[in-house]
């Protein structure tokens, strides 16, 4: 009964509201450091770009994206998405709804229609805001996001936000949200292009650059709030288990 008062419309809308208005707090009560600080006079002409992030990062991945930005982001279509729909309306960020996924699992997901929506609004001048990973296989790059640069033209930047003060939380992504009263970091990477006609060579060399990107923000973010990322490890023990 609970579960299911918690799935309404009205129920969404009110856990979404309550933590975007969390999030707004997080923001303005932690001392925040850009690195590069200058990344956005750098990507400002470039717009739209792909923002790439781990699992785990979607609650603050919000924090990176300066108001002048138009951005979309990909929300699941089960469980907490809605809500998180929601929250990132607050925030400025609208949503696609649908989730990466392998095989079969991908029209089930909606993967396949979410796609050629964040095509359409990266065309449009959206920025896309996407996790790198699909659910399950942590820190593991899949190829929808190199895909959906390839068909859209678009350089994917790998970054990452963190907080000094934050809740780690023990699931498949280590998924984090920070806390008030902190020091944040926000780490842009370099950006990974490639080419339309690209083949699976250079798509697959893409993807381990993105992997690398993403591995090398993450450590930096951590390293400038004084911390230890908790999901370093993640990809080795997915690896484990699918062996």
């Not at 809500?83 to 990466?100: D, H, K, M, T, Y």
């Not at 650059?209 to 993450?218: E, K, P």
Request: aromatic share 4%; with cysteine.
């Amino acid at each position: 009964m609970g579960f299911s008062i918690l799935k309404t419309r009205v129920a969404q809308e009110t856990l979404g509201r309550l933590l975007a208005g969390y999030l707004k707090l997080v923001r303005r009560t932690n001392r925040t450091v850009v690195e590069p600080a200058d990344i956005y006079d750098h990507v400002r002409p470039e717009l739209p770009l792909i923002i790439a992030m781990w699992h785990g990062q979607h609650i603050m991945i919000p924090f990176a994206r300066p108001d002048w930005m138009p951005a979309c982001s990909l929300v699941s279509r089960h469980g907490d998405g809605g809500f998180n729909a929601v929250a990132l309306r607050e925030l400025g960020i609208g949503a696609i709804r649908g989730s990466g996924a392998l095989g079969r699992k991908v029209r089930e997901k909606g993967g396949a229609s979410a796609f050629l929506a964040m095509v359409r609004r990266l065309a449009a001048g959206d920025t896309m805001v996407l996790t790198a990973d699909i659910p399950k296989r942590a820190r593991i790059a899949g190829p929808g996001i190199i895909a959906l640069a390839k068909a859209s033209g678009r350089p994917i930047h790998p970054v990452a936000v963190v907080t000094s003060r934050r809740i780690d939380f023990n699931s498949w992504d280590r998924a984090s949200i920070g806390l008030p009263f902190g020091r944040c970091a926000i780490v842009v990477g370099d950006p990974i292009r490639i080419a339309r006609d690209a083949d699976e060579a250079a798509s697959e060399a893409a993807r381990l650059a993105l992997q690398a990107g993403l591995d090398a923000v993450h450590a930096r973010a951590y390293e400038l709030v004084g911390s230890r990322d908790p999901g370093a490890g993640l990809r080795a023990a997915t690896g484990a288990k699918a062996a």
